[in-house]
């Protein structure tokens, strides 16, 4: 955890300013949890984009795969039911810079589960706060902590600039 907090202040204070919201897209990854007794960790990839609506607002499409380990215990309980459990998730979330580099964003996520080849869908809030680090004109570095499903998010961006 202290590396994380380290890093992030690292990030803060090498920032440079470019300008808040720009169109571009971004693949990335992350690591979360669920805070269930049934699940340990998760890792997830995803394709995301910022459609510039402002100075400092966005529009920010999200499609991620999501795959959870489960604890022993769940495991043991239930040798059917597989080691892993897998998430889908469709989102679409206002951004907004509170600085060049530091956002807040939040919208309504689809999520698409599987466990043991089980489906279920469920429709709810996603929110998160991030800091964006601009390598140059078209290249950024973004990372996120995650409410939905807990956990810390790092994406690289290709900006669509003139």
Known sequence: MKQ???????LLVIGSDFSQASTSIGIGGGIHTLFDKDYTIGY????QGDIKLGNRWALEPMVSY????????????????????TLMA???SA?????????????????????????GTAILPSAS??????????????LSLQALTPGIRAVYYFNFKK
């Open 95 to 119: 951004k907004y810079f509170i600085t060049d580099n530091i956002f807040a964003s939040a919208g309504p996520a689809l999520f698409t589960s599987s466990d043991n080849g089980i489906w």
């Open 129 to 142: 706060v991030g800091y964006r680090l601009h390598l140059d004109q078209q290249n950024d570095i973004e």
């Open 66 to 85: 999501e795959t959870y380990k489960k604890s022993e215990a769940k495991i043991k309980s239930d040798p059917l039911a597989g080691k892993t459990s």
């Open 44 to 47: 997830s990839g995803a394709v």
């Open 4 to 10: 994380i907090v380290c890093g992030i202040v690292l």
């Open 90 to 92: 469709f989102r679409l």
